[in-house]
């Protein structure tokens, strides 16, 4: 009792620290050993990506000059913050998303100058120093190629201002009210927006054929539409594999055993060299195109075996209580089966498709530029060949955002669609406010 | 708007019948001709040992278990494989389940809207309207706008039986629906029966609540191994049955 009374004197940050980390001498060691090379560790990744680092010709040296060393250092210290705010959930949800974004607003108005100065300046020269870092310059020399691939480099904020509305739809679909039929038309729309003016060849804007198109618009079309495509597919695969229908069943069992029992690689192959084999002569099919199919198969493959195990987890009884009201076969799937069944393997659907978008970078063996191709053939240029790390650093950045939103995404999703439903949410939420004063007391 | 069954079709006074009706689970023989005639407004219960095939009885009546041979016609429609005819009878039977079986992603609102809405085409405002009748007549209005899993079990059962008079069906399966139920919630939903089967409901009910079936039912059905062994009104069931597997089951559960 008498060490109760003493700890809840404590601040209860203090507490904390006491319990989760000092509780004896070997854990108290530990603490401190592992503290210290966790700051070695960011100390010295500071120092090669941020201080030591080559952001361009700024200045001579090519070092960040000294009176501006502040913008760095204010960035650094604004994503510091913005992290410890997620850690201990001052804010959550929309709000800390807002706070996020706001955080990179201004990260990004402070280094503006500073990056601006990058493209302009850019020379291998200052990376060439004994002391220097990351040699950011070679980003500001290639990004645009490493985004844009060979897309005409005067016509390239077409494929940008596609991206962006590209990603203006996806996180359009990925809010609740968008959730409603006309979201088909709104992608439709969009879609044909955005092949207008990756095409071009009206209104002034160059036509561009697919075999220019590359970097990051190409991954993003190519991981988003098959996903899109398959997701539908998909469903339809895993009810054709649980079907009473024996030839729709084998059909599907085929389809799916075939496409997982063989790599990626190999149906991007069938698809962009055995195909034109079997077609006509003087009949192409667009090589993008070719790609889209073959990535769209794989992930239905896939997408199906996740989709089976979230109908297979379904109990028998919903089956029966659908049957018993008289819905029909379709109506009880759309209404009743697969709301629950797809919610239900959220994390691994989500697991799909982030591997289906990292998975499209499989499409250079048929040479087509995607972001990582596109990335490894500016490594080649002689001039900045020792720096192809901070180029592939680059890319998994990019990589990175996506993948982590997606994870970030499925993790909201399923915490909100079972919110409401759970019956010890608000029993839980009840019983503390009501034991809350006596357990302080106590 | 009448939701009460009006036997607006006199024609077949008849709702049910089972004709030498025989089912197998593999080599199992779960059901031995059974022949079972239920008319329009009458109360069966059916009761029984523990695997005497009274469940999969009632659940071949709307085909959630499919018989091999003889015949079951329910509401002058034979139940054949054809879908159209299987559909037509699920229509008008509603059933209510041992494990309530509501759906746990929709309000207890949409759970009853839903197969009206779908099934016969109801508008909305009218399937509500009907939803919330249901819900005052099996006494939770309140809690329309909750998810099933955020009721109890008597009130989940409550909304089942709710969900299945939306339907207005004319004929109403029940299959033991105060088995999963803790104690104290079975009269809630007994209660809910009992007036349901007062208004004249034609009602098939799976049960062990012997005061129930002293209390509604016109006829009480005695099944073991499969078979139908004994089908006397109450008074007499529970007095003088004849039979010998009666009177060991009857002691066995009213003591």
């Known amino acids: 009792m008498a060490s109760q009374g003493n700890q809840q004197q404590l601040p209860s940050g203090i507490l904390w620290l006491r319990e989760n980390l000092f509780p004896n001498w070997w854990n108290a060691l530990l603490t401190v050993v592992v503290v210290w090379l966790l700051v070695e560790l960011v100390w010295r990744l500071a120092d090669w990506v941020i201080l030591d680092a080559v952001w361009g010709a700024v200045d001579p040296e090519g070092l960040v000059p000294y009176d501006e060393q502040w913008r760095l250092l204010l960035s650094a210290a604004v994503v510091v913050g913005l992290v410890i705010v997620t850690m201990v959930r001052l804010a959550r949800g929309s709000a800390l998303a807002a706070v996020w974004a706001v955080g990179a607003v201004f990260i990004a108005v402070i280094m503006w100058d500073m990056v601006a100065s990058i493209e302009t300046n850019a020379s291998p020269e200052a990376c060439r120093a004994p002391e220097a870092g990351a040699c950011w310059a070679v980003i500001g020399d290639k990004y645009r190629f490493i985004l844009f691939g060979r897309y005409p480099f005067d016509e390239q904020w077409r494929p940008l201002l596609a991206m962006v509305i590209f990603i203006g739809l996806i996180v359009f679909s990925c809010l609740k009210l968008a959730w409603k039929p006309w979201l088909a038309l709104v992608w439709a729309g969009g879609l044909v927006v955005c092949a207008g003016l990756m095409y071009g060849g009206f209104w002034g804007m160059r036509f561009v054929n697919t075999e220019l198109w590359g970097g990051l618009p190409l991954t993003l079309i190519l991981s988003v539409v098959s996903c899109v495509l398959a997701f539908p597919l998909a469903i339809a695969l895993a009810l054709g594999r649980r079907s009473d229908m024996p030839i729709v069943r084998a059909i599907c069992v085929g389809f799916i055993e075939l496409i997982r029992g063989v790599p990626l690689i190999t149906v991007l192959f069938m698809a962009s060299v055995m195909l034109p084999l079997f077609l006509p002569s003087g009949v192409t099919i667009d090589k993008v195109l070719r790609a889209l199919v073959g990535i769209t198969l794989f992930a239905a493959a896939y997408l199906a075996e996740v989709v089976r195990g979230g109908l297979q987890a379904m109990p028998r009884g919903q089956y029966e209580a659908a049957d018993a009201l008289g819905l029909t076969y379709w109506q009880k799937m759309a209404t009743v089966i697969l709301p629950q069944a797809l919610r239900s393997v959220i994390p691994p659907l989500v697991n799909s498709f982030i591997s289906t978008f990292k998975d499209t970078s499989l499409v250079v063996i048929i040479s087509l530029t995607d972001l990582l191709l596109a990335a490894k053939v500016s490594t080649a240029d002689p001039l900045w060949r020792p720096y192809f790390v901070e180029i592939y650093v680059f890319v998994a950045v990019i990589y990175f955002i996506f993948c982590f939103s997606m994870s970030r995404y499925s993790q909201w999703l399923e915490r909100d669609l079972a919110r409401g439903q759970r019956r010890d949410a608000r029993q839980k939420v009840a019983v503390m406010a009501r034991s809350g004063p006596e357990g302080g007391g106590a | ?255």
């Open chain 2, 1 to 255: 708007m009448s939701p009460e069954h009006e036997a607006s079709a006199p024609e077949h006074e008849i709702a049910i019948q089972l004709l030498g009706v025989n089912k197998w689970f593999g080599a199992f023989h779960v059901l031995r001709d059974i022949n079972l005639s239920i008319a329009r407004k009458e109360r069966v219960v059916v009761c029984g040992p523990s695997g005497s095939g009274k469940s999969t009885m009632i659940r071949c009546i709307n085909r959630l278990e499919e018989h091999q041979q003889g015949r079951i016609i329910v509401d002058g429609i034979e139940l054949t494989n054809d879908l159209k005819n299987i559909e037509a009878i699920r229509r008008e039977v509603g059933m209510v389940f041992q494990s309530f079986n509501l759906f746990p992603h929709l309000t207890v609102l949409e759970n009853l809207t839903l197969a009206p809405r779908w099934v016969r085409k109801m508008p909305r405002k009218q399937a509500e309207e009907i939803a919330r009748h249901f819900l005052e007549r099996v006494r939770i209005p309140e809690q329309a706008d909750k998810y099933p899993g955020q009721l109890s079990g008597g009130q989940q059962q409550r909304v089942a039986i709710a969900r299945a008079l939306c339907m207005q069906p004319k004929i109403m399966l029940f299959d033991e629906p105060t088995s999963a139920l803790d104690p104290e919630m079975v009269k809630e939903v007994l209660d809910t029966m009992v007036e349901l089967a007062e208004e004249g409901m034609t009602m098939v009910c799976v049960t062990h609540e012997m005061g129930f079936a002293r209390q509604v039912a016109d006829m009480v059905v005695f099944m073991a191994d499969g078979e139908i062994v004994e089908m006397a009104p109450p008074e007499v069931f529970f007095t003088n049955p004849k039979e010998q597997r009666t009177r060991t089951f009857l002691s066995q559960i009213l003591h």
